[in-house]
Nanobody, 124 residues
Framework: QVQLVESGGGSVQPGGSLRLSCVLS????????MAWFRQAPGNDREFVAA????????SYADSVQGRFTLSRDGAENTVYLQMNSLKPEDTAVYSC?????????????????WGQGTQVTVSS
C-alpha cells in the first residue's frame, strides 16, 4: 500500500521559513516523480513545485520561484520543501503527491498518490 506522510507545517510570521517533509512508502522512491500542491480556503488546489526521480529537473510555480526549494533524499525516501520569505498568501493546506512514473508534471491529475496534507499559516 502506497503512503505519503507529510510533516513540518505550522504557523509563522511573514518573512519566516518552514520546511515541509514528505515520506513515501510502499513504492520505489527512485521511480517516482514527486510534487507539492496547495489549497487555500475558497480556492482551487494549485501547483507549487515538482521534482523528477533523479532530483532534476525541478519546476516551480511563478509565485514561489526564488523563495521555495524542493529537494529529495533517496536514502530517506523523502522530499523536502524549504519555504523561505513566506507571505500571508502562502497560507494553505500543502499536500504531497507522487506519480507512478519518473518524470515530473505540473498537472495534479498526473499524480496518483496523495498525502493527507499539512496546514501552513503565515500571519502576523
Amino acid at each position: 500500500q502506497v503512503q505519503l506522510v507529510e510533516s513540518g507545517g505550522g504557523s509563522v510570521q511573514p518573512g519566516g521559513s518552514l520546511r515541509l517533509s514528505c515520506v513515501l512508502s510502499g513504492r520505489t522512491f527512485s521511480s517516482s516523480a514527486m510534487a507539492w500542491f496547495r489549497q487555500a480556503p475558497g480556492n482551487d488546489r494549485e501547483f507549487v513545485a515538482a521534482i523528477a526521480y533523479r532530483g532534476v529537473p525541478r519546476s516551480y510555480a511563478d509565485s514561489v520561484q526564488g523563495r521555495f526549494t524542493l529537494s529529495r533524499d533517496g536514502a530517506e525516501n523523502t522530499v523536502y520543501l524549504q519555504m523561505n520569505s513566506l507571505k500571508p498568501e502562502d497560507t494553505a493546506v500543502y499536500s504531497c503527491a507522487a506519480r507512478d512514473v519518473p518524470l515530473l508534471s505540473r498537472d495534479q491529475d498526473a499524480y496518483k498518490y496523495w498525502g493527507q496534507g499539512t496546514q501552513v499559516t503565515v500571519s502576523s
